[in-house]
């Protein structure tokens, strides 16, 4: 097991440098340089400017400049929040997204794999089609969608719910959010449990459990579960991902000052470090959740463990 | 008819199946699965259930325990268990039966353990469910178990998950689960079929021993008579979900009163292949074939070690001849096969029709593939679900005799599919509309189109019912005959390699353990490996011949 | 003997699975549906006499059936129908160049790594296990940030984005038919490399390849209308239904319509894709005959 994961914890290595170093060059590439668009600039204040942006070395200096910086997590200033830091800029966004996103994954994971198990073990009864074309729908919906329509109902005609702003992370703040990034989650968990776990109770496992003289909710609970999750575990990987960037979007409508609004404005005002810091931050939480990922499945399923 | 015809005979059947009739229905239709079984089990007695696939056998015996899956219909009859109904019963009612009174095993030992748990966990779940003991006990009684069903180090595998076992111990596994609580009926559903026959032996044998200890009734499901003339006191013939034969099982074998049951011990297959003169042309001469399979590891899949599938192997096949290769699953026998046709790389020296064709380049090599063809196991598989048959047949036309036009090509087709009795009307149809025994004819056809010399045949019968079975093996002999074509035939079975090849070699991990004619090596084995093999494949020997010449 | 006459026609696996397709009712329904909204969305505009950024000063933000304008108008008063079809094309468009895209990259890289197996499998598999871990999206935005917004850039991004899941598909494929019995028959029977991937291979991993394509085009869409709607996608005048939706947002409590127009047609798109998919799924999927 703990040889697995020093292996996959390597092979995390690369994934890593390849981000960086295709967000560093493709950064690099933009035409015109960071200070274009404002007034020009006399020479020397310039040459001052690129000195302080380290962009009077060459660049593979640069580049190797900026991967020491990232070693101790040092992303380098912003272009255009000329007072902070991109370390720092993540760091006052990073919270606020992290909590959103883990409550969306929570809610995502305990209703999906309910909606999902509920439907499998009711196969083709009304409850089943009920749950499963709710399940379409929060599929086909993308949440930039489901946000305005969720503000609208209960935040402007039901007037439960503020329809927007942060208001300092108030609860009634965060409901709406989080619910517009849960919602395609529970669908996308549903749609999934319910095709595991209907084949897993196909399996023959499954007899050899009934044959044991065992109750059906023994046989669901101790034999079926467990196998029918697995493939739920591995989609956690890019559900992580799918949150992430949905948060991105969800931050935009409703005003919240996390790391995705940031990002977005940062791209509207081709503010490049940020975008690429961001892109970087992101690049390795979702590599570290992929890795995550894998060593739960592998602690899970022990074919994986030995190979 | 119901015939209460027992070996030991005692006052009350343990179990009582009258009239029992089972529907599936599907939206396509009804099918009817059991139509009208009666059969009685006493204690202490193996009854066999026996029939080919699509029999009914297997849902019988799931019945019993009230484990076939929805849309399953009890349309009529009854299920008694000690004078309680099954049929219809109280869910809480089975459970309390299944495992504890009646227990079963299945087919394949590896999907039918769950993956995820130890092994140890699972057999005690039963003893935890139906004895009311705590996890402790349960698992001393365990240990218990695995010793008795002979699982070497017990201790250690009671911490072990299904996929670190071998099949013959998962099914020790499965029966150490059956055994748990003492049940007065075992259900044992094909348990030695997936296994290689040497295992199946020592499963056999560990459940007649097991039987003699525990005193249970065993109703044993399977398509093996060798397997039921051996173990079975009394035995039930089933076809199309009917009940066609009944009775004790030694009067059955010697005097079978229905055509289908003389029709099944007819198919056990018969007959042997006389040598071929030493004068006769070589066809194929192996020197020294040697194949190895890297074995990879590492993040980019470095070679890091060789495994030796075939060790060093010679043999000359000459013309008209039949060579039996007879092994265990991994033993190399398909691997030498395919090496010998160039289809996989080996080393060694390679003649074919006096050609060398090791190093041959697949360009060079083209001209001699039409001379040597191969059938495979799988009628499934070895069948491209895209294409017509008729396209299948004539591919190897297209590109061994380009020069023939589209209708010259379609008669060679017609022609062949007469020659293996398959309509030629039907060309224009695609392999899934075909049964297992059709495909296999229809893959001898897109052989046979070529007119070969030498024809490989990699267990080309395995996946056959035992009546379909033969009448490949007929179509074999008829074009051998006819053709004069060389035969290398790879096969686990004993029992067809006997009656097909004049020559058998004997392999074993890699490696030639024995060869000779064919009788020598059936009635003389030199090595102990071989005759564990030949006992193991208990054949029904003489008892099918006394049948056959007494129907 | 004429052996043509009596040759009876059998049925063929795809024509069995069309079959079964169409017996399944939502999968037709939706196939009619989505056919309905891609002629309107495409030959609809050429029914109206005014232009995509045509302003009617009189009617500013008006509802649903003012003045002759059946989806209202938006806030800069333009007809919300015609910008709602023309939002259409460029979904449509993206969604069928970009899927074309991930088609051909992902059916190559897949079919070759998968067919010279050992080493250069290996290689390329790692590679793409790599690209799978990257925050595509984000590197989408950036690119968008980098090289400037333009419609061709989107194609190749989200192209270049959904190869990855169709290379592995097809190379899962190409293994399992390389290991079929009915392959090495066909290489006992001397047929080339060349017709063993056109004649065997391609044909038997159509199927999976097709469900996997009509699974893609509504994700193409929605990663589409998701730069759009961030405002890094299409530009004026041009528009999607990403940008329409985030106009909607905006003015959602004075005009609702506003909203509700672009993304009704774009759910009841993504709706009618998903239930194709599946529909197709079922029917292809051996196990469900």
């Known amino acids: 097991m703990s040889g697995y994961a020093l292996r996959r914890l390597l092979q995390s290595i690369p994934t890593l440098l390849v981000v960086i170093t295709l967000s560093f060059f493709l950064m690099r590439l933009a035409p015109g340089g960071p200070f274009d668009g404002e007034r020009k600039l006399p020479p020397e204040i310039e040459a001052n400017l690129l000195a302080a942006y380290n962009m009077d070395q060459p660049l593979y200096l640069q580049y190797f400049d900026y991967l020491a910086g990232l070693l101790v997590g040092d992303f380098g200033p912003s272009f255009k929040y000329k007072d902070f830091s991109v370390t720092e800029l993540i760091w006052s966004g990073f919270p606020i997204s992290f909590e959103l996103g883990m409550w969306a994954m929570l809610i995502g994971l305990v209703f999906g794999i309910g909606f999902g198990c509920y439907a499998a073990l009711r196969q083709n009864t009304p409850g089943d089609y009920l749950v499963m074309s709710t399940a379409m729908a929060g599929i086909a919906i993308p949440n930039f969608v489901m946000a305005p329509i969720l503000t609208l109902v209960f935040g402007v005609m039901l007037g439960w719910l503020p329809a927007g702003g942060w208001n300092d992370g108030a609860w009634q703040n965060k409901v709406l959010p989080i619910l517009a990034l849960a919602l395609p989650q529970i669908a996308y968990i549903a749609r999934m449990t319910r095709g595991s776990m209907i084949e897993v109770m196909g399996a023959q496992f499954i007899r050899t459990a009934r044959a044991k003289g065992i109750s059906e909710r023994k046989v669901v609970t101790r034999h079926a579960l467990k196998s029918a999750l697995l493939p739920v575990i591995s989609y956690l990987g890019p559900a992580t991902a799918g949150v992430i960037t949905g948060s991105v979007v969800i931050e935009q409508i409703f005003g919240i000052p996390g790391i995705g609004r940031y990002f977005v404005q940062a791209a509207l005002n081709r503010d490049y470090t940020l975008v690429m810091g961001t892109v970087v931050f992101y690049g390795g939480l979702i590599i570290l959740f992929n890795l995550l990922v894998d060593l739960i499945y592998a602690w899970l399923d022990p074919q994986i463990r030995y190979e | 008819m119901t015939a209460h015809i027992s070996a030991k005979a005692p006052a009350l059947p343990i179990l009582t199946i009258d009239d029992l009739h089972i529907d599936f229905v599907l939206h396509t239709g009804t099918v009817q699965a059991v139509r009208g079984i009666s059969f009685e089990l006493y204690k202490g007695e193996t009854l066999a259930l026996v029939g080919e696939s699509g029999s009914g056998k297997s849902i019988t015996a799931q019945a019993i325990l009230q484990l076939l899956p929805e849309p399953v219909r009890y349309t009529k009859g009854s299920i008694e268990y000690q004078q309680q109904q099954l049929i219809g019963a109280p869910t809480a009612a089975i459970r309390k039966v299944r495992g504890n009174r009646i227990a079963m095993i299945f087919q394949e030992p590896m999907s039918s353990l769950n993956p995820l748990q130890h092994i140890g966990h699972q057999v005690a779940e039963v003893l935890i469910e139906h004895k009311g003991i705590n996890r402790q006990q349960a698992a001393a009684r365990v240990l218990e178990l695995f010793q008795l069903v002979e699982i070497p180090d017990p201790q250690r595998r009671l911490k072990s998950y299904p996929h670190e076992l071998s099949g013959g111990q998962r099914q020790r596994v499965m029966i150490a689960m059956a055994l748990a609580c003492e049940p007065d009926i075992l259900i044992a559903d094909e348990p030695t079929t997936a296994l290689d026959v040497t295992i199946q032996a020592q499963i056999m044998a560990l459940l007649k021993n097991l039987q003699q200890k525990f005193g249970m009734a065993i109703l044993f499901i399977t398509h093996d008579l060798g397997v039921v003339h051996q173990f079975a006191d009394r035995v039930c013939v089933m076809r199309k979900g009917q009940l066609v034969e009944h009775g004790i099982t030694k009067a059955v074998f010697s005097r079978p009163q229905h055509p289908y049951t003389c029709e099944l011990l007819d198919s056990e297959p018969s007959g042997s292949k006389p040598a071929v003169s030493q004068d006769a042309p070589v066809v194929l001469d192996a020197k020294n074939v040697q194949v190895n399979f890297p074995i990879r590891a590492g993040f980019l899949g470095r070679v890091v070690d060789q495994f030796r599938a075939v060790d060093t192997i010679s043999l000359t096949l000459r013309q008209g001849q039949t060579m039996g290769i007879v092994g265990e699953s991994g033993s190399g026998k398909s691997t030498l096969g395919k090496a010998l046709l160039k289809l996989l790389d080996g080393h060694g020296d390679i003649h074919f029709d006096g050609i060398q064709i090791d190093g041959l380049e697949p360009l060079a090599m083209r001209p001699l593939r039409r001379k040597m063809q191969v059938v495979f196991q799988d009628p499934f598989g070895s069948l491209s679900p895209r294409m017509t048959i008729g396209e299948i047949i004539a591919e190897g036309l297209k590109v061994h005799e380009p020069l023939l036009s589209p209708r010259q090509r379609d008669e060679a087709v017609c022609a062949v599919l007469e020659e293996v009795a398959i309509a030629p009307s039907s060309r224009n149809r695609y392999p899934h509309e075909f049964s297992g025994g059709q495909r296999q004819r229809i893959a001898i056809a897109r052989a046979m189109v070529l007119k070969p010399r030498f024809m490989l045949l990699d267990e080309p019968t395995s996946a056959l019912d035992r009546s379909v079975q033969i009448r490949v093996i007929e179509l074999l002999r008829r074009l051998q005959d006819k053709y004069g074509l060389t035969y290398l035939f790879i096969s686990h079975d004993l029992a067809v390699v006997r009656a097909l090849a004049d020559h058998v070699m004997v392999m074993r991990s890699g490696k030639v353990v024995e060869q000779g004619p064919t009788e020598q090596i059936f009635s003389y084995p030199q090595q102990e490996y071989t005759r564990e093999l030949i006992t193991a494949a208990c054949p029904l020997g003489n008892a099918a011949q006394r049948a056959h010449s007494s129907a | ?289």
């Open chain 3, 1 to 289: 003997m004429s052996n043509a006459t009596f040759a009876a026609q059998g049925d063929s696996l795809m024509q069995d699975a069309l079959r079964r397709l169409f017996l399944n009712r939502a999968t037709l329904v939706s196939s009619l549906l989505l056919t309905l909204m891609a002629i309107s969305c495409f030959f609809g505009p050429l029914f109206f006499n005014t232009e995509l950024d045509e302003v009617f000063w009189d009617f500013m933000g008006t509802p649903p059936g003012e003045g002759g304008h059946w989806f209202g108008t938006d806030t800069n008063g333009r007809d919300l129908l015609l910008r709602s079809l023309y939002g259409g094309q460029i979904s449509l468009t993206v969604a069928l160049i970009a899927t074309l895209v991930s088609l051909i990259i992902g059916v190559s890289y897949g079919a070759i790594s998968g067919y010279m197996g050992g080493r250069v499998d290996n290689l390329m598999m790692r590679f793409v296990d790599i690209l799978y871990s990257m925050p595509f999206m984000f590197l989408v935005i950036l690119m968008m940030v980098v090289f400037g917004r333009s419609i061709l850039l989107i194609y190749i991004a989200i192209g270049a984005v959904e190869w990855l899941d169709m290379a592995r598909i097809v190379r899962g494929q190409t293994l399992t038919l390389k290991r079929k019995e009915f392959i090495e028959a066909a290489h006992a029977l001397g047929v080339s490399d060349r017709q063993i991937i056109l004649r065997h291979i391609i044909p038997n991993a159509l199927g999976p390849v097709i469900v996997y394509v009509t699974l893609t085009v509504p994700k193409v869409i929605l990663l589409e209308s998701f730069l759009s709607f961030l405002g890094l996608g299409v530009q004026e005048p041009m528009t999607s239904w990403g940008v329409l939706i985030s106009e909607g947002t905006a003015n959602m409590e004075g005009a609702p319509w506003q909203l509700f127009f672009p993304a009704a047609m774009l759910a009841i798109t993504l709706f009618c894709l998903n239930f194709i998919g599946d529909g197709l799924r079922d029917a292809l999927d051996p196990k469900s005959r």
